[in-house]
């Protein structure tokens, strides 16, 4: 019985396999989130184009062998498994083998609660699957159609699944369609109130929850995991002279993000396609912080989010305290950041001042005169107006303006 409930609590067990030069320190950190247990790690010396298993037949025999031999449950590549590859590999070591991609579609399909999450990681599943439908089976010839010699073969079971697969992406999808209706329902009757919105992105786990949670108390749901949340929550956050923005918690980003999830998960990325100001969340803890960074710019230009303005934040500074050198590499990495901590809520004076002037413009005071009052309606859409007397030598008032509304306003400037 002890036995029983020991195979019953046993993780599964994988070893790993990745292309020249790769540490897999990021695949054990998506294994672990999985709940599965890293008994080996093999970094390739070299990667071949090899039709059969992407490399040599020695070394693949020799990967396979290891496996059995550490009573490995599966095989996890870090890089792109072709369908004929994976057959291929199962063939050969007789254990279940999967990709980075599979991977992640798994952490994805565990964390997703909302309902257009679930639709979109099924939408993603499914779209993952259906060319590797095919080594699910042998004979594949199960239907005959006619009698023989009138007719030919009939659907094969690979072409039926092909096709029942292939209909439940097409009713995903129209699902997904209608629920991104409600959400763009939703964004334009917070656009009507003249909110502005800023979205937080970032690397995965690189903090963006906590710091949702420390700037306006939305009690998001924080992890130290990967992809602890995947559904976007958008909440009011104060900032300086009353004022008021719209911030967005969006998914995590990931080195080689597999497309299919960023296709499944396009609405919910419009969230930071639309913000007026992006704010891009780095781990400054994390020792690839500056790949990270790349990793996410190399999304936002995959999703279009190319022309919004950027504020860098280097969060988890509180993480560094004993390494004041660190902090300063980074710092000179990125001139412009913030350095904010959402553990002890450091840095959020000067980053309520840069969301404010980011979002709303330059703090100014000047007087018009009267015929021109009809530009404080231009004002109102472009920045905020603080306060306003009706004098006798006109409209004095106290501003925050930007760009056209700011042009405008120029020559009734006062100190």
């Known amino acids: ?204 786990n690189a903090g963006k929850s906590s710091l949702l949670n420390a700037l306006t108390g939305a009690g998001v749901f924080v992890e130290n995991k990967l992809f602890a949340t995947l559904d976007p929550t958008t909440r009011r956050m104060r900032i300086k002279d009353g004022g008021e923005v719209l911030l967005t918690d969006t998914v995590g980003f990931i080195s080689n993000l597999p497309h299919t999830l960023v296709n499944a998960f396009k609405s919910t990325l419009e969230e930071a396609v639309r913000a007026d100001l992006l704010l891009i969340v780095i781990d400054a803890s994390d020792v690839n912080a500056e790949k990270q960074y790349e990793t996410v710019c190399r999304v936002l230009g995959e999703i279009g989010a190319v022309e919004n303005e950027r504020l860098v934040l280097l969060n988890k500074i509180d993480a560094l305290e004993k390494d004041g050198g660190r902090l300063a590499e980074l710092r000179a990495q990125f001139p412009d950041s913030l350095s904010v901590s959402a553990k002890e809520k450091t840095g959020f004076d000067e980053l309520g001042d840069k969301i404010t002037g980011a979002v709303f413009g330059k703090r100014c005071k000047c007087v018009l005169p009267q015929d021109k009052s009809p530009l404080l309606a231009d004002i109102r859409k472009g920045g905020r107006i603080l306060s306003e007397q009706w004098l006798e030598d006109g409209v004095h008032v106290t501003v925050y303006a930007r760009g056209k509304s700011l042009a405008l306003i120029a020559p009734y400037l006062v100190e």
């Open 1 to 204: 019985m002890e036995e029983l409930q020991k195979e019953a609590e046993r993780k599964t067990r994988c070893v790993l396999v990745g292309e020249p030069g790769n540490n897999l320190r990021e695949l054990k950190s998506l294994i672990d989130t999985l709940g599965m247990e890293t008994v080996s790690a093999i970094t390739l010396s070299r990667l071949e184009v090899q039709p059969a298993y992407g490399m040599g037949k020695g070394k693949a025999e020799e990967i396979a062998s290891g496996a059995k031999e550490c009573e490995a449950d599966c095989i996890v590549f870090d890089f792109t498994l072709e369908p004929t590859k994976q057959r291929n590999w199962e063939k050969l070591s007789g254990l279940p083998c999967f990709d980075r991609e599979e991977v992640i579609l798994r952490i994805f399909a565990s964390r997703a609660q909302t309902h257009e999450a679930v639709l979109q990681v099924e939408l993603a599943r499914l779209e993952y699957s259906l060319p590797r439908l095919a080594h699910m089976y042998g004979d594949l010839a199960r239907q005959r159609g006619g009698n023989y010699g009138a007719k030919g073969s009939g659907e094969t079971q690979l072409e039926l699944d092909q096709r029942q697969v292939r209909e439940k992406i097409f009713r995903v999808k129209r699902e997904l369609k209608s629920v991104a209706a409600g959400r763009d329902t939703q964004r334009k009757r917070r656009n009507k109130v003249s909110v502005p919105s800023c979205a937080l992105v970032g690397y995965t």
